[in-house]
């Protein structure tokens, strides 16, 4: 068996060792010298084997393809970026003049570029701050505006995003105190009004981002919360920064500032389909208080995220809305496309229509018609080792294009036929 420091003396694990870091080297070259005391190869092959082993980055989390027809899968990074974005990312990722007046040689205004482009983007806005996300928003608007006071919320906006994130629980550990009004399926103007007094924080509206109620039901509109005499702060969920025509039920900023609200939180890397940030717009005096707020420096954003986020709202539309607002008969002929070349290689592959989604707190009910490749379901788990992710479908694995992008298409047909290649017999199955 070599011993690990003559196989470290490789130059290619040298190079590797300058990219990686030394331990990332060193635990390849330990997998491959188990793979030779087992037997599986030759002692001689250790230092090829190491190599081969090599992870492609210096962290563990890897690129995925989500063909999950989920257009924000929040277990797969939500929003894609834009390329102008990565971009952007990539570009500032070094020292950037992030807090720094590259004019003056003082210091400058941090973040600048994003907020701006951030309130040019969405006029109604007087001013504008961004923290690392909509919970943060939440936290730092509660911890400012409503010390010990009460937040006044309707029992049908209880929300629970996901993987027991509550909005009520986490407003109530900041010490704010919720004062619940109306009922689950009905709550007025006259209701808020009357939880109304000198205990009063804000009133909170909260968009009821991933479930619909249906029947005898009544919602206080933001016009109506406006008029009294508290301010009113709206969660909206998805960022939408102004209406979108394809989610007509879906709140956006400027018609909610619009309509009378103080303020408005939202989160940078669903609908927006940017970074993960939460995003505060609303009037000056406000946005102000929470601006000051000591809080405020504990859920400040990083410069990636800030290029991400200026990039994301100057450049060309994000990936999300890309997909959001894809043709179904584009979609279907990129299946058909796929499926044919596939086919080609004897895989059993057809090109069907499907049924996506918004996901990840945006748009429920909504259903977006789509294509998807139709796999075996033996493919699923070679195809998720190969960082491919589809959804099962009554025993079939299907690959929905809707949310991939165009330009991973033919990484997909990589990945499906090197699955192809490697199966042990069952996988794959007669054409
Ligand atoms: C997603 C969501 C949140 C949480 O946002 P994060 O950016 O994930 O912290 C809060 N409120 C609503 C209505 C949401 O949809």
Do not use: W
């Not at 020292?95 to 570029?113: I, M, P, S």
């Not at 911890?143 to 006044?152: C, D, K, N, S």
């Not at 043709?327 to 592959?349: Q, S, T």
């Amino acid at each position: 068996m070599p011993r690990t420091d003559a196989v470290l003396a490789d130059p290619r694990l040298g190079t590797a060792a300058g990219r990686l870091g030394r331990a990332l080297v060193k635990a390849a070259v330990v997998r491959a010298q188990e793979r030779a005391r087992t037997g599986e190869i030759a002692p001689g092959e250790v230092a090829d084997a190491a190599v081969a082993g090599l992870p492609e980055h210096a962290t563990t989390l890897r690129p995925v393809v989500n063909a999950t027809g989920v257009l924000l899968h929040t277990n797969l990074g939500r929003a894609p970026l834009s390329a102008a974005a990565r971009d952007a990312v990539a570009a500032v990722s070094g020292c950037a003049d992030v807090e720094y007046d590259l004019a003056t040689g003082r210091r400058g205004a941090r973040g600048r570029g994003a907020l701006d482009a951030l309130r040019e983007s969405c006029p109604e806005a007087e001013a504008v701050a961004v923290v690392n996300n909509n919970a943060a928003a939440l936290v730092l608007a509660a911890t400012a505006l409503a010390p010990g006071r009460e937040i006044v919320l309707s029992r049908g906006e209880m929300v629970e995003i996901g993987d027991g994130f509550r909005i009520p629980e986490l407003l109530a550990a900041t010490g704010a105190r919720l004062r619940e009004v109306g009922t689950t399926n009905r709550t007025t103007v006259a209701d808020y009004a009357e939880a109304l007094g000198p205990e009063t924080g804000f009133v909170l509206k909260v968009h009821p981002s991933n479930f619909r109620i249906e029947g005898f039901t009544a919602e206080a509109d933001v016009a109506g919360l406006a008029r009294l005499d508290a301010p009113l702060v709206v969660d909206i969920g998805s960022g939408l920064l102004a209406p979108e025509p394809l989610l007509p039920r879906e709140p956006d900023a400027a018609s909610v500032l619009a309509a009378g609200a103080d303020l408005v939180t939202a989160s940078a890397d669903k609908l927006l389909g940017g970074p993960q940030a939460g995003l505060i717009l609303g009037s000056a005096e406000i946005v102000g208080r929470l601006r000051r707020h000591p809080l405020y420096r504990a859920l400040r954003v990083d410069k990636l995220t800030l290029a991400a986020l200026e990039a994301t709202l100057r450049g060309p539309e994000p990936p999300v809305v890309r997909a959001l607002r894809a043709d179904a008969a584009d979609l279907m002929r990129r299946a058909a496309r796929l499926a044919k070349e596939l086919n080609a290689h004897g895989v059993a592959a057809d090109a069907v229509a499907g049924e996506a989604t918004v996901g990840g707190g945006g748009a429920p009910g909504v259903v977006l018609p789509s294509a998807a490749v139709a796999l075996p379901g033996e493919f699923e788990p070679a195809l998720r080792e190969r960082c491919v992710v589809g959804r099962l479908e009554q025993g079939r694995l299907m690959l929905d294009l809707r949310s991939v992008p165009p330009s991973d298409d033919a990484l997909v047909a990589r990945a499906v036929l090197s699955a192809h290649s490697a199966r042990p017999a069952a996988v794959g199955g007669e054409a």
